[in-house]
């Protein structure tokens, strides 16, 4: 069994800054990707940014240029830096870990990310 741990989520102005952090934990096995997906109220789940075994990324179009995603191998870590941040960045932020052959989907319990002043 795989565990997701994320932490950073916050109330933030706009303007500012968050750093999420997510800790993988458990059986993984032929890790594939870890990434971060977001849902806001009424809106479906959706890709924010993703990071590869082999330290590809991919980002939404609405994050980049703003929002960097790294990952410490040592530590099972990826982590999302997000800078000026705006109110349409408001959601549930979940971390996602893709393994094995079947890029099997595992998932964080979610941090709330609140931008608003």
Known sequence: QV?????????VQPGGSLRLSCVASGSIFRLKAMGWYRQAPGNQRELVAAITNGDDTN???????????????AKNTVYLQMNSLKPEDTAVYYCNLKAGTSYTDYWGQGTQVTVSS
Do not use: H, M, P
């Open 3 to 11: 565990q997701l741990v994320e932490s950073g989520g916050g109330l």
């Open 59 to 73: 980002y939404a179009d609405s994050v980049k240029g703003r929002f960097t995603i790294s990952r410490d191998k």
